[in-house]
């Protein structure tokens, strides 16, 4: 394993003789003070490293254990006895954006959800955000810094024997393996972790709402938080550089306050997803949902899951399909009438792919709600004149896949032979 940087220090230094002349406090591997131009709250931890701990008002009840639904959300790690405060939300500031070997991690932040103690009787009581935040002052300092940062990790949460749970945003791909890879470099085994990223939440919910789905966007317009006056982020690499140069704090501290808002802003996004796991149908009218997508998401997860889920479950899934399908949205039109053709409820089927085709929607959903009528006549109405209408419709069509095109030409070939199937 490759010997880290301050390790080498250490040992020239043990190497070398010590001199009867230099002073006490002489030597640059002692403690450190905290530069000046930092607040009192910061602490100096180890070499070039600085701490502090912030606690954040969190007016949003949680519930005691996380809900078996957030599961459907968030399916990236199993949930199950989990509390809120196992959650751990997890960011950090770098010098680049590019994750390469050259970027280097300078400020990261821990929020953990705390509750009063005294409302331990409570089933959802108001919480607040500790927030530890690291910052490294110079490159010598990495070690120590991510030797700190791997404490969190490593930090059991209320439930006993449970690890925590990270939260990122866009950690999965940017902040993990940088992590990762500056871990590698210094001789540190990376930590290992179970790893809930929000983005991929995010963009299924308010993809097709918003004009984009970065945290800040959705801070502001979903969930009503306030980022006035707040430092971009993307502004993080020029100013601890600046930092670095000139040992001016000013915006370096305002970066610090960006990173601290953003742990806020994962925490209500996570408190967020936790409301809309435990009342879906309500809560996603007050978060501006894409109610499609939603659906079809909740869909697909409880299909993969069998048994994992209740019954309750899977009716608030076709509940949210059948709103999405009343509301005109073509992918739960056509699954909705697959649905009703199926639980012989043919009228409803009918409309729903009527209403799909007669509607603004894109070609190959057409052609399928086309497909489902062809299907529909053939065998139920035994009517193969209507089949193949509406099988001649489908091909009429234009962007459709080989596959589908393949299939309809193949029943347009059978129905014509009418006489042998109808």
């Known amino acids: ?52 701990v912030v606690y954040l008002d969190f007016p949003p009840p949680a519930p005691r254990v996380l ?14 006895q989990r509390t809120p405060e196992n959650a751990l939300f997890f ?9 390469g070997a ?4 300078f400020l990261a932040a821990f929020g953990r959800f705390v509750r009063d103690t005294a409302s331990s009787g409570d089933v959802a009581v ?7 935040q690291y910052l490294l002052l110079d490159y010598p300092g990495e070690s120590d810094f991510l030797t700190a940062l791997l404490s969190e990790f490593a930090a059991d949460g209320t439930t006993v024997g449970v690890s925590p749970v990270v939260v990122s945003y866009n950690g999965k791909t940017f902040d993990a393996p940088l992590l990762k890879t500056r871990c590698l470099m210094q001789g540190i085994k990376p930590p290992e972790y179970g790893h809930a990223d929000l983005l991929h939440l995010s963009r299924r919910l308010w993809k097709r709402v918003l004009p984009n789905c970065s945290l800040g966007e959705i801070e502001t317009s979903i969930l009503g938080l306030d980022r006035t006056g707040d430092m971009p982020g993307a502004l993080a690499p020029e100013v601890w550089f600046a930092f670095l140069r000139t040992g001016k704090t000013e915006d370096l501290l305002r970066i610090c306050e960006h990173n601290i808002r953003d742990i806020a802003g994962l ?68 699954l909705v009438a697959r649905d009703r053709l199926r639980e012989a409820r043919r009228s409803e089927g009918l409309d729903c792919l009527t209403r799909l085709i007669e509607g603004d929607n894109p070609a190959p959903l057409k052609a399928a709600a086309y497909r489902l009528l062809a299907i529909d006549a053939e065998w139920h109405g035994r009517d193969c004149q209507t089949a193949l209408a509406a099988t001649e419709a489908a091909l009429a069509l234009e962007g459709l896949s080989p596959s589908l095109r393949n299939d309809l030409e193949r029943r347009r070939r059978r129905l014509s032979c009418s006489k042998n199937f109808c």
């Open 1 to 52: 394993m490759a010997v880290n940087l301050r390790d080498r220090l250490r040992r020239i230094r043990e190497a070398v003789p010590s001199k009867v002349h230099e002073p006490p406090g002489s030597d640059p591997m002692e403690e450190e003070t905290v530069p000046a131009g930092f607040p009192a709250e910061w602490v100096s931890i180890s070499f070039h490293t600085l701490r502090r």
């Open 67 to 80: 809900p078996r639904s957030l599961g459907i959300l968030i399916p990236d790690v199993t949930l199950e």
């Open 91 to 99: 960011d950090l500031e770098t010098t680049g954006l590019s994750g």
């Open 102 to 105: 050259g970027t280097v991690a």
């Open 126 to 132: 108001p919480m607040r955000l500790r927030v530890a």
């Open 267 to 334: 925490a209500h996004l996570f408190a967020a997803a936790i409301r809309l796991a435990e009342k879906p149908l309500e809560t996603a009218e007050t978060l501006a949902c894409d109610m499609e997508n939603l659906a079809l998401h909740w869909r697909k997860t409880l299909r993969r899951a069998g048994s994992t889920f209740t019954r309750e479950d899977w009716e608030t899934g076709a509940e949210l399909l059948a709103r999405a399908a009343a509301r005109g949205h073509p992918r739960a039109l056509l």
